[in-house]
């Protein structure tokens, strides 16, 4: 957005510099992206007058001039048709940096005839398009400066101009005033009143206007007009043309030079139809297949069936609310316009916009939304200018539709400004605030006005005191502590156990996979789920219909993956949810571990094996005791489907199952595509107990200065009989002495039945007592392990083997 100084005093009353504004508008929000000063760039340019003017000896269209300077007389040799003797004008001296020739001017020899110096036409001075001839004045002193000259008889063209960034929140922005409206609200100057007054019609307008009704929702709910005849198109005042030249737009007519001043002024687009090359009335419908436009840009566009366009009986006259159509464009022969404004929905003209692939000033403020209310007084103030600026005679306004209803308001709490930005502003002050922006008063309900759609609640509402008071007096302060002391901490105990958990797993040398919680159906049964209750209503794909109710399918489809590429020896892992159920809480969190192929590269030394069931529930094992579960657990077999039923187990506490250790069942691998062996583990990480105590830190260590004492058992016991049963019958035959209890030896087989009889084996168990007061006695260790033997034959049914 370019506006020049002088165009923003027509709407603010300030003596501010330049300086001043621009430091002050990135400080509202409306960040300056720069300035350019034009007398800075014409400073160096002075006048002259032109002394005698002669045919060049070698050249038809040269003339060689003497031009008196402030330096006495200099010959020039200049090839404008208007070079002659008499004139004034405007002199460039040998140094001097010509902007529109991008050079700095030598002194040249042209055709024989030294030159020493430039008269400049108005494109050389980047002061409009026009390069027919040099520029003659009709005053001014020899020696005067030009940058003096032009701001004493046309200022605008040696205005600053200012070019800010507007976000896409800031439409209001868009146009002069609303720029100068924050200005005021800051206390740089005063918002001058914007008169409006009705032009009365002298007659009733031939052409009519009409909004289909099925636009009338959603695209265009107001479409006015007048027809304005016997006017005169020809240029527009000099005013005019500086202003629009200053900010990059090229005048062109009055008539269209007035629908461009208004974009920018008042953010009000507008457009004017030849009306005698419109036929019937003007009618805003979607448009139909094979609707082509040839638009004012020289391009014709095909539309697509839908788009809203302005038609008259022949066809599309206009792209509504984008651009207008060549046909029935303005020219100097234009004597009666049609004057169209109308007020678009900015959804459907953005999505016009970018399938069409126009970019205009139009759309460019329509699809970020126009103000609505303004739609009837823009057109009386475009009529009045047309009739000032163009002459003729105004009919009554036509129109359809209505103003959309904008009015909405929120309750202004002064209290919300220290809460939400930390500035303490007095309430008078916040009130006064909104009320310079627009917004006015029900008590304490502030109405938005209408030409701001980007305000939506009452945070919005403590946003722009806050801009407006400046977000550079906000000072920092430290946070006030609730509780002296440390700060209790941020993560519950359930996030840090997932932390740990997941640590750990990757410490064993497993990567981590982060799956969806959606998979397809045949996969969800095969682990128990798929049930209606965990099906999705709107699936993303077929492959992801329902919640996941484990973490291994997705661990499967991944190895599956994986091998398929060439990588068989996989250890992956993922901590996520799985989900029994479709209603809030009937989920849970698990961490699982699945191994695919051998457990280590091959070597010279036969270390390479298969992954089996050991390695599963040493990681399983080796999880649970990072996360703080208990050391004596137990290990049952009521297994679920997808484990293979002799070589897995759960880690249980009574009925509770911590983990699941084991073999995937080979109907599972085939089903998922997953060539074996493959083994893994699944822990349910809210199944184990929390400590009773809650400490940040780990309990000391205890250690006994004692010796230890370690004693071997061997018991006979039917070959039915698990190995875990025998551990905790030992641990339990005296908990404060015995401190560790392992398997060492298992003799099986037929050989073992051979000599301890069918369907026996042997189990043999290390158990190490630590003592912590006193050294034992021989016979109190004798007491202990006739303690250990009497509960481990009680509980397995065995008996002590012999020598």
């Known amino acids: 957005m370019k506006f020049t100084l002088s165009w923003l005093k027509d709407h603010l009353d300030t003596s501010a510099t330049v300086e001043d504004i621009a430091d002050t508008l990135t400080d509202l929000g409306l960040e300056v992206e720069g300035v350019v000063n034009p007398a800075a760039r014409l400073a160096p340019f002075t006048l002259a007058k032109v002394l005698h003017a002669e045919k060049h000896p070698d050249a038809d269209k040269l003339r060689v001039c003497t031009v008196l300077t402030d330096e006495g007389e200099k010959t020039i040799v200049c090839g404008a048709p208007n070079a002659r003797a008499g004139i004034t004008v405007v002199l460039a001296k040998p140094g001097d940096y010509v902007p529109g020739l991008d050079v700095t001017l030598g002194v040249g020899k042209i055709r024989g005839v030294e030159s020493l110096g430039m008269m400049c036409s108005e494109r050389e001075l980047e002061l409009s398009d026009e390069h027919n001839g040099i520029i003659e004045l009709p005053s001014g002193e020899v020696g005067q400066k030009f940058t003096d000259w032009l701001a004493e008889n046309r200022p605008d063209a040696v205005d600053p101009v200012i070019e800010i960034k507007i976000t896409p929140n800031r439409p209001d922005a868009l146009g002069v005033r609303g720029i100068a409206r924050d200005l005021a609200a800051r206390g740089l100057g005063v918002l001058k009143p914007l008169e409006i007054e009705a032009v009365p019609g002298g007659f009733d307008s031939p052409i009519g206007v009409e909004i289909d009704p099925a636009l009338k929702a959603k695209g265009c709910p107001l479409f006015a007009g007048r027809m304005i005849r016997g006017v005169t198109n020809g240029e527009s005042p000099d005013w005019l043309k500086e202003r629009l030249t200053a900010i990059g737009l090229r005048p062109i007519s009055a008539l269209v030079d007035i629908t461009n001043y208004f974009t920018y002024d008042l953010n009000r687009p507008l457009h004017v139809f030849d009306a005698a090359k419109v036929t019937g009335n003007l009618r805003i419908v979607p448009a139909v297949e094979g609707d082509k436009i040839l638009a004012l840009d020289g391009k014709t566009y095909a539309l697509k069936p839908g788009m809203m366009v302005i038609r008259d009986d022949t066809g599309p006259e206009s792209i509504a609310g984008i651009m207008g159509g060549e046909h029935s464009g303005c020219t100097e022969a234009t004597t009666d316009v049609f004057l169209e404004c109308a007020y678009w929905d900015p959804i459907p003209v953005a999505a016009q916009g970018r399938a069409l692939k126009i970019n205009s000033d139009a759309r460019y403020r329509f699809e970020r939304g126009a103000d609505p209310a303004f739609t009837l007084p823009g057109l009386e103030l475009a009529t009045q200018m047309v009739l000032d600026l163009c002459g003729g005679e105004a009919s009554n306004v036509v129109m359809d539709g209505a103003v959309p209803n904008t009015d909405r308001a929120y309750r202004l709490d002064p209290a919300r400004v220290i809460s939400l930005v930390g500035m303490d502003i007095p309430a008078e002050t916040q009130r006064a605030t909104l009320l310079a922006l627009g917004f006015t008063f029900d008590g304490d309900m502030a109405h938005v006005p209408s030409w701001r759609p980007d305000v939506l609640g009452e945070a919005d509402l403590v946003e722009e005191v806050a801009r407006i008071a400046s977000l550079t007096k906000l000072k920092g302060k430290p946070m006030p502590r609730e509780t002296a002391g440390v700060p209790g901490p941020v993560l519950t105990p359930m996030q840090l156990r997932e932390r740990m958990a997941r640590r750990t797993i990757a410490a064993l040398g497993y990567n981590e996979c982060v799956s969806y919680s959606f998979i397809d159906a045949t996969s969800a049964a095969l682990f128990g789920g798929g049930a209606e209750a965990t099906r999705i209503e709107n699936p993303i794909s077929s492959e992801m219909t329902h919640m996941r109710p484990d973490l291994l399918p997705g661990l499967l489809q991944a190895a599956a993956r994986n091998q398929a590429r060439g990588f068989a020896d996989l250890a992956l892992f993922e901590v996520g949810p799985a989900f029994t159920g479709g209603e809030p809480g009937e989920q849970v969190v698990q961490a699982a571990g699945l191994l695919v192929g051998a457990s280590a590269p091959r070597d010279p030394w036969g270390s390479r094996r298969p992954v089996d069931v050991y390695d599963a529930k040493a ?115 005296d908990k404060a002495l015995v401190t560790a209890v392992s398997v060492f030896d298992q003799f099986t087989g037929a050989k073992a039945e051979e000599q301890m009889g069918a369907g026996k084996k042997s189990l043999a168990l290390a158990v190490r007592l630590q003592p912590k007061d006193k050294t034992l006695t021989d016979a109190e260790i004798e007491a202990v392990a006739a303690k250990i033997v009497d509960k481990v034959t009680k509980a397995t049914g065995g008996t002590l083997r012999g020598a």
């Open 619 to 733: 990681d399983a094992e080796a999880v649970l005791a990072a996360i703080g579960a208990p050391a004596r657990v137990q290990i049952n077999r009521k297994l679920a489907g997808w484990w293979h039923p002799g070589r897995a187990g759960n880690v249980a506490l009574g009925p509770n199952v911590l983990a699941t250790f084991g073999e995937v069942h080979p109907r599972v691998l085939r089903e998922m595509g997953v060539k074996g062996p493959a083994v893994a583990f699944t822990l349910w990480l809210e199944n184990v107990p929390f400590p009773k105590v809650k400490t940040p830190t780990r309990p000391a260590l205890e250690i006994s200065e004692l010796h230890a004492v370690e004693r071997d058992f061997a018991f006979v016991v039917d070959t039915s009989v698990e190995a875990i049963t025998a551990v905790n019958a030992a641990y339990g035959a």
